[in-house]
């Protein structure tokens, strides 16, 4: 099968790479593509050299699906070329997410909304992967009436740019700035830009993609998303309002049943999801599982996952691979 990865040279792009040829996708011929600026040069998968080609290229080798994570400018132009040429595109950007007309799918949630019709699928927003993976479970046992979500989120979220401040800033080093503010020792209430009613872009995209991607527009989210000087890995505290009684016991047995969440939830032993254990993995992490006493049917708890993987990379593959089991890919 050719696969195309746009973006290739990027962080998430780069981490695409490397989770295709972990999960062994069948990719009989990778189609790398990056900016004009990085046509020509290189990069390596499964031990084997793969030059970049432009965008105009990759439409015309025709690979089965094109998995994009080059930002929304790029994603709004060519996404629906590479889709009028009969490629199906999984998408990383916020271009087509909110798009009524494309599914935002994460696989363990609701893969079933993918149909052979669908050219462009979205892959939702990183803090929101997360959060509804360890919801959905929950949700389905209990009805889910509000969410409020604080985030913690690693600069990889940001991008190279970012990790290179933190390090320049750690080793007293000048360098560009990815943030308006240092990041190293401090912490920023603020993740893309502000909107008119006083939220950032990332905290709207908390609220919308959740119902959008559960199918339930009546569950309230409030959101506040904060970058942490961490480099991987994103970390939540929920605070989860059911409208029917739950049993702390049935929702640790609940959450470590369901697909892709590993429960860490062992208070005596100071067990606890952190970014230091998710590093690396594809699951999505939860624990400090406890009534909230201040109101009744209320949970809290903490979900960490590795914001470059199942954040992003890992739920494109996930996308393709259950695309290509049903059968869905050219």
């Keep these: 099968m050719k696969v195309a990865v746009v ?33 020509g040069t290189e990069v390596i998968f499964k031990e084997k050299n793969y030059k970049v080609v432009s965008m105009a290229e990759a439409i015309a080798a025709k690979p089965a699906v094109a998995i994009f994570s080059a930002g929304g400018n790029t994603s709004l132009e060519w ?49 929101t992967i997360q959060m509804v993976v360890a919801l959905q479970p929950l949700h389905k046992a209990y009805k889910i009436k509000r969410v409020v979500v604080s985030t913690y989120q690693s600069v990889t979220g940001t991008g190279k740019k970012a990790v290179d401040q933190l390090f320049n800033e750690r080793k007293e080093v000048k360098g560009e700035m990815a943030y308006k503010y240092p990041i190293d020792l401090n912490v920023i209430p603020q993740i893309d830009v502000f909107l008119d009613n006083g939220y950032t872009k990332e905290e709207m995209k908390m609220v919308k993609e959740t119902c959008k991607i559960m199918q339930d527009e009546s569950i309230k989210v409030t959101a506040t998303t904060v970058r942490i000087p961490v480099v991987g890995g994103h970390s939540e505290s929920l605070n989860v309002e059911f409208e029917n009684e739950f049993d702390l016991g049935e929702v640790t047995a609940l959450l470590a049943g369901a697909p892709g969440i590993i429960v860490q939830n062992d208070d005596a032993a100071q067990v606890y999801p952190m970014p230091l254990w998710a590093h690396e993995k594809d699951e999505v992490f939860v624990g400090r599982l406890r009534r909230d006493e201040t109101q009744p049917k209320t949970l809290n708890m903490w979900v960490v996952s590795d914001n470059l993987r199942k954040g992003a990379a890992t739920n494109a593959v996930q996308i393709a691979e259950y695309m290509l089991a049903k059968n869905l890919l050219g």
């Design 7 to 39: 973006g290739a040279t990027g962080l998430v792009g780069t981490k695409m790479l490397q989770i295709l040829a972990e999960r062994n996708f069948p990719v009989t011929e990778l189609i790398p593509v990056a900016s004009e600026r990085s046509v």
């Design 79 to 127: 996404a629906p070329k590479f889709a009028a040429a009969g490629i199906k595109v999984i998408d990383n950007s916020s271009a087509w997410r909110m798009d009524p007309s494309k599914k935002l799918v994460v696989p363990e949630v609701n893969a079933e909304a993918i149909t052979k019709d669908d050219f462009i699928i979205a892959n939702p927003n990183c803090s």
